[in-house]
T-cell receptor, first 115, second 109 residues
Framework: DGGITQSPKYLFRKEGQNVTLSCEQN?????MYWYRQDPGQGLRLIYY???????QKGDIAEGYSVSREKKESFPLTVTSAQKNPTAFYLC??????????????FGPGTRLTVL | GQNIDQPTEMTATEGAIVQINCTYQ??????LFWYQQHAGEAPTFLSY??LDGLEEKGRFSSFLSRSKGYSYLLLKELQMKDSASYLC??????????WGAGTKLIIKP
């Protein structure tokens, strides 16, 4: 079955610790995205990658870092520099934007709580 | 700036019809998406419009007017499982998605 997986579903961390969220896809998508969702707000783009070994900052990249060493994987690290990290984090993937069927498909999400 | 507006919450009755509106102001337009999101879950794709007019897909239809910066999602024969948030997103000139805050739809028996 093709799809996107994120792990873990729930994550608790102490303030000041870095934490890495996993995102894997087997849809053969070139593009991958990380969003943050907070209550009452639209999804906000953290980072995106259109090809292996390349990624760009989104609207709220401060305090986050990513890597794209494999086409299938796009992990997100929430660093201690992120001032308000408690949120629902969503990973998505798509075929290259602007190339026809570029609908984004989402993983199940990781709910991060920083204590 | 870029802006997507949707009503925060709507209530409808099982078996009825509901229309969820979305208005947008963005830097360019390359398409409009509707997603459904149940509480605590990921958004799932419902529809895509890039040309003016109505796209029908079973009980769900989506309409677009590019000149008015306006779209709506129409849900017919409402079922309890349709209780969810509905997210409108516009693809701007850079093919990035700009997201509305979502409309929480409550279905009552």
């Amino acid at each position: 079955d093709g799809g996107i997986t994120q792990s873990p579903k729930y994550l608790f961390r102490k303030e000041g610790q870095n934490v890495t969220l996993s995102c894997e896809q087997n849809l053969n998508h070139d593009a991958m995205y990380w969003y943050r969702q907070d209550p009452g707000q639209g999804l906000r783009l953290i980072y995106y990658s259109q090809i292996v070994n390349d990624f760009q900052k989104g609207d709220i990249a401060e305090g986050y870092s990513v890597s794209r060493e494999k086409k299938e994987s796009f992990p997100l690290t929430v660093t201690s520099a992120q001032k308000n990290p408690t949120a629902f984090y969503l990973c998505a993937s798509s075929f290259p934007p602007g190339e026809g069927t570029d609908t984004q498909y989402f993983g199940p999400g990781t709910r991060l709580t920083v204590l | 700036g870029q802006n997507i507006d949707q009503p925060t919450e709507m209530t409808a009755t099982e078996g009825a019809i509901v229309q969820i509106n979305c208005t947008y102001q963005t830097s360019g337009f390359n398409g409009l998406f509707w997603y459904q999101q149940h509480a605590g879950e990921a958004p799932t794709f419902l529809s895509y419009n890039v040309l003016d007019g109505l796209e029908e897909k079973g009980r769900f239809s989506s309409f677009l007017s590019r000149s008015k910066g306006y779209s709506y999602l129409l849900l017919k024969e409402l079922q309890m499982k349709d209780s969810a948030s509905y997210l409108c997103a516009v693809q701007d000139s850079n093919y990035q998605l700009i997201w509305g805050a979502g409309t929480k739809l409550i279905i009552k028996p």
